[in-house]
Nanobody
Framework: QVQLVESGGDLVQPGGSLRLSCAAS????????MSWYRQAPGKERELVAI???????NYANSVKGRFSISRDNAKATVYLQMNSLKPEDTAVYYC????????????WGQGTQVTVSS
């Protein structure tokens, strides 16, 4: 069975840092693009960062320069290092895996809560 299990969410003060982890199992991790999304109440789910199977990186403008996505293919784990956190970063953060060959497959984790507040 496919599993994506997020961890690392916490309550943190503005300016602080967190590292989220997503442990994957049940599929061939190296063939998948891995992404982090987030969603706050009343807002649409937003793509935060993506690291493709070939290693290319892209970030939402709102997190450029503050967040960094990485992957460890040997551990089948993707990370999101979050620095200089702001209250507007508060959301549930979701891990996503997607591949296109031999057909499109798209998997989601259950999410981890990040709260940035004084």
């Amino acid at each position: 069975q496919v599993q994506l299990v997020e961890s690392g969410g916490d309550l943190v003060q503005p300016g602080g840092s967190l590292r989220l982890s997503c442990a994957a199992s049940g599929f061939t991790f190296i063939n998948y693009d891995m992404s982090w999304y987030r969603q706050a109440p009343g807002k649409e789910r937003e793509l935060v960062a993506i690291i493709r199977e070939g290693g290319t990186l892209n970030y939402a403008n709102s997190v450029k320069g503050r967040f960094s996505i990485s992957r460890d293919n040997a551990k089948a784990t993707v990370y999101l290092q979050m620095n200089s956190l702001k209250p507007e970063d508060t959301a549930v953060y979701y891990c996503n895996a997607k591949t296109y060959y031999p057909r499109i497959q798209d998997y989601w984790g259950q999410g981890t809560q990040v709260t940035v507040s004084s």
